[in-house]
């Protein structure tokens, strides 16, 4: 039952690595370039700009406005 175990483990190994290779010399051989996703050097500038704060104005708790004392 070991004999089998390990013919059966080498020829798994063997089937891989042959895969491995059709996989291999089918990409050198298709000869398509890989199109990358990152534009060429120079061709689009980006500029992330970051939201400034905005200054809030808080409103005053009472909605009568003040008259002067002495009035």
Do not use: N
């Not at 089918?26 to 890989?34: A, D, F, P, Q, R």
Request: glycine fraction near 8%; proline fraction near 8%; charge should be positive.
């Amino acid at each position: 039952m070991e004999e089998r175990t390990k013919t059966i483990a080498a020829i798994t190994i063997l089937v891989g690595i042959v895969v491995l290779i059709v996989i291999v010399i089918g990409i050198m051989l298709s000869g398509k370039k890989v199109i990358s996703p990152v534009p060429a050097e120079g061709s689009i500038k980006i500029i992330f700009i970051s939201p400034t704060q905005i200054p809030t104005v808080a409103a005053s708790a009472s909605a009568t406005p003040k008259t002067p004392s002495g009035r």
